[in-house]
């Protein structure tokens, strides 16, 4: 047997073993990506919302710890891919940066994480919007998570959002 029969012997196997390699690093490339552009919540201590509130009426608020708490309005007319008004108004803690995430509850909706803009004195505005469903009524959680020189906080406000009739 030749060298050159030898070497193409081995071929097949390390085509396969540099695929797989490739995939693996494509994966784990992807992860590492989805971390950074998602961020992680776990480092967030969640607050559950106030007795139960309709963001299509009004504000909802829940507690931040034992001085603290905030309000989240969403405006009046609350569509799929309709810009909408975002507030939240904080009382008894300094945030840095706020952020509102619209999150599918019983399927995943892509990203839909909107940087409010700081208005003063615990304001905090920006616009954003729910994504399309394929359901008439899609189930969503609006997650709203605070950060804070002490750390992450968080609460979040469930609302369904009904497709218009075409």
Known sequence: MSRQDDD???????????????????????YLVDYYVRGSTEDIIWYPPQVPCDLHRGACQADL???????????SDLQPLEPLEIDVHLHGIEAEQVVVEFVGRNMNMGLNRYILDDMGNG????????GVCSEDLMPWRAQVMIETADGRKGSWFDVDIRRRAS
């Open 65 to 75: 710890g034992v001085h603290a708490d905030m309000r989240l309005s969403l405006g």
């Open 123 to 130: 304001h905090f505005r920006g616009l954003g919007q729910f």
């Open 8 to 30: 193409n012997a081995r071929s097949p196997l390390l085509n396969l073993l540099i695929i797989v390699t490739l995939a693996t690093i494509v994966v784990a490339l992807w």
